[in-house]
């Protein structure tokens, strides 16, 4: 691994969000304006992952812009199979997701934890799975957490108080 690699994943480790943006297009990621990006694995063809305007790209999210082809390499000498990432503007990635070659994801759509995405997602939806299915549309999803809101102070300490309250109750 080249010095430049290493001080890469350093970036996207480590690095403030304008940090981690301008390495990120720097490696050829196509990414909007807006967004949080909280992984660093964007595989071996980065240029082929687009996303969109206000996304948000949770931990340990994972690119792969590459098809499995080594069980047949000894077949072929140069058998490649490769596909571009397309996340849409205003999407939610949950924390370690594989996102898998040639899938698009809608619009306005939510992805939950540790899904696997193998095809397409359309707009406006939860998706979640190995691998992900819709699971309710995001008017749903919004309704349902509308329902379970628990109004907590911005600062940390009084936020505490107030979730061990309302979970522990008098115990805490």
């Known amino acids: 691994m080249g010095i430049l690699r290493i001080w890469e994943k350093l970036v996207l480790r480590y690095g403030s969000q304008p940090m981690i943006h301008r390495t990120l297009r ?4 196509r990414l909007g304006e807006g967004c949080r990006i909280y992984t660093q694995h964007f595989g071996s063809e980065p240029w082929l992952v687009r996303i969109g305007n206000r996304v948000c790209i949770s931990n340990d999210v994972t690119f792969v812009t590459h098809n499995l082809t080594w069980p047949v390499q000894e077949k072929h000498d140069s058998l490649t199979s490769f596909a571009p990432i397309i996340i849409k503007d ?6 370690n997701v594989t996102l898998l070659p040639g ?3 809608g619009t306005g759509s939510a992805i939950g934890a540790g899904s696997v995405v193998a095809s397409d997602i359309p707009a406006g939806v939860v998706a979640a799975g190995n691998p992900a299915r819709v699971l309710c549309s995001m008017d749903e999803y919004e309704e349902k957490l509308k329902a379970s809101h628990i109004a907590i102070p911005l600062d940390r300490r009084e936020a505490r108080k107030v979730l061990e309250k309302h979970f522990w109750g008098d115990e805490a």
């Open 90 to 95: 205003n999407c939610q990635i949950g924390v």
């Open 26 to 29: 720097r490696m050829g990621v």
């Open 103 to 105: 899938i698009t994801i």
